[in-house]
Every structure is written in C-alpha cells, then in structure tokens.
C-alpha cells in the first residue's frame, strides 16, 4: 500500500498572525519555518509514510519542502483549505496512492511514532485525530484519498466523522498526545517554553529570547 502525509501550508512569511501583537513578523516566519521543518522531520522519517507532499501557494513554503525531499502541489486560495485538501487528495488517488495522512505543520511536539501509532490505529475508512482544546482536526487519514469530503473549521474534528458517516464510510476519532496541541496563540507559545522537550520550535523560541521576554511579562 502506498501512504502519503500530506501538509497544507498557506504562508510562511505571512504566518501565525495572531501573535502579532507579541512576536513581530520576522519572529512568527522564523517560527512558522521550525514547526513546518520539525513537521516534515516526523513525517518522512515515520514508518509506513512512502512520501511526503506540502501544498502551498508560498514560494518560501515551497523551497521549503522541496529542500527537504518532499513533493510540491499548489493550492487554489479561491478553495480554502477544506477545497485545497478535498483536491488534492482526489489527484492523488487518481496516481494510485492508497492513504493520505492530512497533518497541520505547526505540531511542535509530533514525532514519527505518533505517525506511526495513527497509522496503526487506523486500517481503513477515515480516522479523525482532535485537537485538545477546541475540537479541531489536528489529523485526518483517508482509505481511500477522498472518501469523504474535509470539512476543516471550528469543531471539524466532529464534522468530519459525520461527513465520513454520511457516506457509509467507517470512521473513528484517536486522541494522540503528539497531535493534542497546535501552536496558534500566545498562551500556546507559552505552554511549549514551558516544555522540557520541546523540539525545534521551543529551542528557536528559547535562544532568540522570546521565551525569555513572556517570562518577564508574567
């Protein structure tokens, strides 16, 4: 069987804009680059994984990837994310690929072996991975590509089990801890200086200070 990740990124010069009022934008583009980097790390190192695709719009997202082994699509801004994903994945199933594993590029914590207990848990239909806090879909696994259609927003992780229900197709939701949390808020940015290991994004969050500086605002 094959099995790609697949990772939307809308931009990395123009990420995280709700931290705006902490970090200013070189700061959020440098963060947005080490949880895209750490990202792609897990994924293609992951057992199970055959390859690893980003789709994007941005140039600097796609040198990105390109620089790290992985395969470039581009998005449609006019699809939105759940049209950009929904897309992709039917391009993919028509070249063959088996299962597609959607996962945010801003995981600070993910690891390969979280990948590769989702895969496990998994075999067939869809499988919804939530986000801690507020109900998001902070993984989605597809058997086949396009089974059901994306339905990414507030609350997605549900909708997306009733999409897949919808159509007959066997769905189930897996609580993992290295897809609990993505990185979208300052309180977030201050649960991963906290973090003892926390990966590539924490020690950039470190050394250029920033923890240093929330610390100081208490």
Same mark, same amino acid.
């Given at each position: 069987?094959?099995?790609?990740?697949?990772?939307?990124?809308?931009?990395?010069?123009?990420?995280?804009?709700? /931290?705006? &009022?902490?970090? !200013?934008?070189?700061?959020?583009? #440098?963060?947005?680059?080490?949880? @895209?980097?750490? $990202?792609?790390? =897990?994924?293609?190192?992951?057992?199970?994984?055959?390859?690893?695709?980003?789709?994007?719009?941005?140039a600097?997202?796609?040198?990105l990837?390109?620089?790290n082994?992985?395969?470039?699509?581009?998005?449609?801004?006019?699809l939105?994310?759940?049209?950009?994903?929904?897309?992709?994945?039917?391009?993919?199933?028509?070249?063959?690929?088996?299962?597609?594993?959607v996962?945010?590029?801003?995981?600070? /914590?993910? &690891?390969?072996? !979280?990948?590769?207990?989702?895969? #496990?848990?998994?075999?067939?239909? @869809?499988?919804? $991975?939530?986000? =801690?806090?507020?109900?998001?879909?902070?993984?989605?696994?597809?058997?086949?590509?396009?089974?059901?259609?994306?339905?990414?927003?507030?609350d997605?992780a549900?909708?997306?089990?009733?999409?897949?229900?919808?159509?007959?197709?066997?769905?189930?939701?897996l609580?993992?801890?290295?897809?609990?949390r993505?990185?979208?808020?300052?309180?977030?940015?201050?649960?991963?200086?906290?973090?003892?290991?926390?990966?590539? &994004?924490?020690?950039?969050?470190e050394?250029?200070?920033?923890?240093?500086r929330?610390?100081?605002?208490?």
């Open positions: 069987m094959t099995t790609w990740a697949l990772l939307p990124v809308r931009s990395l010069t123009g990420a995280k804009s709700r /931290l705006a &009022a902490t970090l !200013d934008a070189s700061e959020r583009a #440098a963060l947005a680059r080490c949880l @895209v980097q750490s $990202v792609i790390e =897990a994924t293609k190192t992951a057992r199970g994984i055959d390859a690893v695709a980003v789709v994007t719009g941005d600097a997202a796609r040198a990837a390109e620089a082994g992985c395969r470039w699509l581009p998005d449609d801004p006019a939105g994310l759940s049209g950009n994903v929904d897309a992709t994945m039917a391009q993919l199933a028509g070249e063959g690929v088996q299962t597609v594993v996962v945010p590029a801003d995981l600070p /914590l993910l &690891a390969a072996a !979280d990948l590769e207990t989702l895969l #496990a848990g998994h075999g067939s239909g @869809v499988t919804v $991975v939530p986000a =801690a806090a507020d109900g998001g879909t902070n993984a989605l696994v597809m058997t086949p590509p396009a089974a059901a259609p994306c339905r990414f927003g507030p997605s549900q909708a997306h089990l009733q999409a897949a229900r919808e159509r007959g197709v066997a769905a189930r939701l609580a993992l801890p290295g897809f609990a993505d990185l979208d808020t300052v309180d977030d940015v201050r649960w991963l200086c906290a973090q003892p290991d926390g990966g590539t &994004a924490r020690e950039y969050l050394h250029s200070g920033i923890c240093a929330l610390r100081a605002c208490g």
